[in-house]
């Protein structure tokens, strides 16, 4: 026999067979494994499925949900504090750099038993996991950018779905009706480095902007962030009133309550369109790629697993957490998922391209995230201190899109020596 | 009762809370001395530096005056709406059992979680879905864009926080009227004394300590707003309803933890505090009956 094959066929036995004994040997030993979370579909799902796990293992788990900002500032604290309450983290892409850094987490492909096919997540979501090429979080729910549009306005309108942005803008202004209660867009406003900031970013990168300089220093105050902003500001002028401090949440109630035409959001909202108990326009709308040369803006929730409250010597620890991870994450759980309804938030490629999901979804919105799909990358900057400059300038956004200021260039000037502030420190 | 014993019964708390106190006091001088983050876990002494960036900071100025005009306009606002609306339902509401009726309904507002208070006011603001806009353009008014509008966010905002103050104030005000000895009035009502006069020389200057006691429990709550404006609008548009608390939450927890720059914003928010409710509790003691 081919000696390669052996020594494989050698190796995977001895890992599944170190696996085995792992949870043989851990079976009774983690009395109790806490989990912090925000309430997304996602971890309802997993949260009615507890049982199963906990009887495998004989340990109770716990998992707390917190709203997004509340998740984020507690798990900071506890991992910064040293506290070391909870074991299993709630994981994003914003602070991944920062917790990186500071040596939170663990890389979680060792962690993760091979059972759960790890190689099967999205690649886009695992990559947006990823730091110099190591992968610290299992992802379970995320994307890129789709265009929605409503068909049928664009129809009494003959008007053709925009490929391009120039052919979006030129729409946008023809179906703006608020006489008739059609606004022609819908945009986040809010300020935030993942509100208004994460839709700007979209604007800065398709002119070709960079986040730094040669040397290190902020480079979004130059023209192509004076351009971007502008484009960003004229598309604010066709969203519905308030829209100027309006949150994700209030742009998408906005369009499906159907008062806007057009509306480039995470792709997750799609199937958000086509719920009946809570959409007004089931039906009514289309899915396209991001209009080129718009890039797609990655993004992705997983579990992580802390370094603070799993020691390095707690096999046992660890093997229960890596089995949390990757039991909640598995192809099984998402087909769970599937039946309970949630068609939103799939983490595993070989859910999105199966027969079932097939036969769940819209199929113009799963073909347009499969054909998005290559292109959406990491499109905010990848530095710890990513929060704090996305804070800034999303604060500058919001007071020019509400009015408060009407100095673009002296907008982004001021956000960027505050950057330049946190980038130094 | 001598004075021995009323030290022994509250000393243990006042130590309690001094040890707490001191020590939380303390640990937020300590870390306003450094440049601490929450990333990092040593951090070097900077001495005063981030007390002299404060002076530079446009966000913490603003911040500031945010508070001030925050402060100003709920105390403010509940304190005369609380005191209308008991004056009203004194005089124009007789039945004691409908008055009674009046007053429970009132509570409700602050027996509600201000959390879900926050985010119903927040839908009810909504420019294109919310109630307020709906019913207002059937009377006739403009659509107005409510938590997104620079100049109208903090006051409406504010509005809300009185809504559930200012009714809450009104039973207790109403309560202490009733409570009055009914000579003094006796005596303006024989000579023919009008409402105004009887309330605005008689009835409000007798009820003028407790008042100003209700005024200072306003402003120490008013300082704690934090959730409110938080869930309503997270200090948008801009800063323009960004409070002391929400920046040092937002410096301190929420983005890169800068502990010790919000540590020191905190101290100032201390001080500035301490003094003015300083200021206010030796105005009520002058005042005090």
Known sequence: MNRTVLLAASLAFAFSAGAANAQNQCVGKVPELRVIAQASPSVLVTEANLPEFEQKWKTKVTITKFGEQERRAKARLDLSLGAGVYHVIYMEEGNLAEY????????????????????????????????????????FEGGGDILMYRKDILDAKHIKVPTTFDELEAAIKAVHDPAHGIYGWAMRGERGFGMNVWRWIPLYVMNGGKWLTDDGKPAFAGDIGVKATQQYLDLMKYTPPGGGSASWSDAVEAFRSGQVAFFIEVDVFGPWMEDPSKSNIVGKVGYAPPPAPLPSAGWAHGWAISTVAVKDNDDCLKAVAGDFVGWSTSKEMEQRRLKAGMISDIGRQSTLTSDAYKKAVNPDWLKAVLTTQPETRVLFLRRPEWPQVGDSLGLVLEQLSTGQRADVAGALKEASDQAEDALSN | MSARFRWLIIGPSIVYLAMFAAFTLAGSIYLSLQNRTLGEKLSPFVGIRNFQRLFNDHRFHNALAVSAIWELVTVFGTMVLATALAVALYEYVKRRQLRDLLCLLFLIPILLPRVAVAYIWRFIYSPTLGIANYLGTQVGLPPSIFLSSPDGALYWVAAVDIWQWALFYTVIIAKLIETLPPEPLEAAKMDSAGTLVTYGQIILPMLSAPMLSLALVKSIESLRSFDLIFIMTGGGPGTATETLDLLVYQVGLNLTGRVSYASAMSLVLLIVTAAGLAAIWKGTRKWAV
Do not use: C, H
Request: net charge negative; glycine share 2%.
């Open chain 1, 100 to 139: 990186v850094k500071a040596n939170w987490l663990y890389p979680i492909k060792p962690l993760v038993p091979t059972e759960y096919d790890f190689d099967d997540y999205r690649k886009d979501m695992s990559s947006i996991a990823t730091i110099d090429g190591v992968q610290y979080y299992a992802p």
